[in-house]
């Protein structure tokens, strides 16, 4: 309906005004503010909104997001956006084209957190931005970056830490990379959207010190040293009102207080009030509706839109739209290097890899192994949902990346388990898969094996490897079942460890995962675990290079891997056992608050969500409460060894640096990160975190015998806790300790400082609306 207002406008004003038509402003760079006031009421108000999603055949590129409204008549023309942070989404074939449009399927998120290495993170952003330029699109909906606040939200995948400073940071090197190519980057969804279910009108409670030290902190660090074109509102609510229509939360604190300049977008059809959201200064609504146009003109019409809010929301539309390619009038030829861009897959894909234990069996030296596990020829590369790029595309499996490192790979199992894969294929999906799905199809159950079959494997093979594999998506949340291994993957480790042990023979165990699992009850029955996470479509080569020892690993965990779900505090407010997973997908048909059930009481965790572990998310948890873990944040192992030697710290006004000399002191080339964390003092009377990251750093790939020394940076600031009485950043003066650690739980050398006060008054906004009941140490 929207779309013929529109050409019926288009073509009376094409009738009355030719000659003012010609003479019309056209947009350039710098004469925004006389386009804005060339253009109608109506032209305004569809600008600020979407032009409906491209999933169908006859889309300019088929399967993307949407785009921009075109007004030709003063220059502007439609700009396209797609997801997602692992690729650009779209789909490889269209109608009556022989060609094909294959990007590339670059490593989940979590794998790049893992390599906690800004370069790295940059080298991604950069290949996604450079492929949606070469594909023709301007703008990608990506990086996602919402804090890992339980293990089982549905998109951790998608995600990058438990931590702000590392998402904050990793997602910075993306956004950087990406808007590098000239490519719009859209950093999402802003923000406190750490659940799937009901992820359309659940309300997320939490206090403004954990908002502004956890939740914001990600995006403000992130905002402040990549500066991106767009922000992607969420679906929840905040305290009170949908994240979108809050304009204490994008106005108050995102533009007035950090500064920035950038364009709002909604994520797709969240909110119910679309004059709230212009109100609050969200410039645009995707993918657009006839309801939010109808609103709009009318409140725009009547003054409770003052015209002056919508030329804002109008300007900075525009202020987007002369950044891009199809403004430019960029030529693309569909042709990126992909080349290129499987190299850095695989090689990012293999820095992201963490070596979580070795009982010296890894790098393999045994040329012949014996797969084992559905995962192990079923690799998943990533989760499903508009978090990843287009079905079709080609996987390097596990199987092919071993054989390419030359190892031999014991053949009846690839036999037994294609047919058991055929089979559980049959019984899972008896009448064929969906052609999509955006939360995760069901995975096989594992196959057991007889004594016999066992004992040929272990005859035929120097070692046996076991995938498991976890697989996570869009608009559900998996369940605390999924994080423990079903009965089938228990006896498959028990039978498969106990034959080759009886042997001699050592057992390798490949997590190819989505978010953290159990590894504390059976990791004991094997030699070696390695978390692959999700690598893209070079993950067979990279898990190869690394049990090869090709590549040595230097990926540390993003995240904890708790002992059992509900170890964290976070995990008491959670939907972690809500059946109706269908609860996360009401954006599909367009949420809308008459269609929201109306007679049910508010269900907590499923409507309204508390976050009473407040700033104790993640390690912050574990470390100051001293819980034990399976795996702390920042763990990694390698196949060399480190010493860190001459730490010092040096101040200069109000900024310290910290530097330690990293020495490889093993007999294998290794790269090493080195975490800095840094303990307040007086951290308990404080209620403030044991310690907190402050900064890392990652040396080159050094050479046995070979020494680095890196320098880490923080500023007094960067150790404020937000005092809520005050409404203030606050860092009290006295002696802190520069904790250089090698994981959450290790330090490895210590320097201490004295630190003057430091005070920042902020607006007191962003209150919860309801009484949290908030953990203290
Ligand atoms: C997702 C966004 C995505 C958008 C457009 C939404 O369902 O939450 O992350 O960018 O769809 O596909």
Known sequence: MRYRVSIVTIAVVALCGYSLRCSAQQLRADNIDEVVKAMTLEEKCHLVLGCGMHFNDDAKFPGTAGSTYAIPRLGIPATYCADSQQGLRMSATRAWDHNDYYPTDFVASMTLASTWDREAAFRVGQGIGNEVREFGLDWILSPAMNLIRNPLCGRNHEYYSEDPYLSGTIAAGYVRGVQSEGTAACPKHFVANNQETNRNNNISQVSQRALREIYLRAFEIMVKESDPWTIMTSYNKLNGPYALQNRDLLTTIVRDEWGWKGMYVSDWNAGDDAVAAMLAGNDMLQPGQDKQYQAIFEAAQNGTLPVEVLDANVKRILEYVVKTHNFKGYKYDNNPDLKAHAQTVREVGG??????????ILPLTGKRVALFGCTSYDWISGGSGFGGTSVGHYTVSLVEGLRAADYEVYKPLIGVYTQHLAAEEKRLFPTGRPPFSITPPARADEKQFTAEELHAAVEGSDVAIISLGRKSGEAADRSEADFYLKEGEKQLIKAVSDAYHAK???VVALLDICSPIDVASWQGQVDAVVCTWQGGQESGFAVADVLSGSVNPSGKLPMTFPVNYGDAYADKNFPA??????????????????SAPKERQPQK????TNYEEDIYVGYRYFDSFGKPVAYPFGFGLSYTTFSYTDAACSVDGDTYTVSVKVTNTGSRAGRNVVE???????SKKLNKPVKELRNYAKTRLLQPGESQTVTMKVKTSDLASFNEKASAWKTDAGRYDFLICSSASQVEAKVSANVKSWTHKVHNVMQPNVKLQ???R
């Open 577 to 594: 056992n809500v059946d109706d997973k269908t609860l996360g997908a009401m954006f599909m048909w367009g949420y809308d608050k008459d």
């Open 605 to 608: 965790d499923i409507d309204f």
């Open 351 to 360: 820095e992201g890899i963490v070596l979580l234990s070795n009982n010296g």
């Open 504 to 506: 001699g023979k050592k």
């Open 676 to 682: 800095l964390f840094v303990a307040a003092p007086n």
């Open 774 to 776: 908030l953990l203290r």
